[in-house]
C-alpha cells in the first residue's frame, strides 16, 4: 500500500458537504481520518458525524470539588486550628459557612471549567494548523487522508457531489 495524501475538499453549503462526508464514509473513511473546517460552528449531527467527546465538565466537577473542599476547610479546618471563643457566638457559625462553601464550590467551578476549555482544545499549539481563506467568506472545508493511489476516485466522487476544489494540502504555519 502506497503513502497517504492528504486532500481537501471546499463546499459552498452545509448540504453537500454531508453529502460529502456521507460519500468518504461509503469510500472507507472514518470520522477519525477526516476534520471539518468551517467559519461557523455546525453541529456533528448536521454532517452526519458523531458529537464531539469533551473532558470539560468533568474537569469542572473536579474543581467545584476541590472548592467545596476548600471551602469546608475554612469554615471548620481553621477555627478548629486557631480557636476563637468570642462570647455567645457559635465557633462552626453555619449560615455563614453555608455561604462561603457555596461561593468557594462556584469559585473552583469557574476556575477549573476556564481551564478545561484551554486544556481540552490544546491551547497553546505549536504545530503547523490548516487554514483556508476560504472559510473566513463561509465555506466549507473537508480534510482528509486518502490512499494516494486511489486519489482520483476521491477527486471525482467529491467533484460529482458538489465540492468547488479537492486539492492536495499542506499545513502551513498560521
Known sequence: MSDTTMLLAVFEDIEPA???IEKLHELGLTDDQMNVISGIPIKGIILGRRSAITRVSSIALTGAILGMFLGLFLIYGTPF????TVGGQPIYPVPQGIIITFEMTMLGLMGF???????????????PKEYIPEISDGKIAVLFHCPGDEQKKFVSALTKLGAESVDPAEARQL
Open 18 to 20: 454531508a453529502n460529502g
Open 81 to 84: 486550628l486557631f480557636p476563637l
Open 113 to 127: 471549567a476556564f481551564i478545561g476549555m484551554f486544556v481540552d482544545s490544546g491551547f497553546p499549539s505549536y504545530t
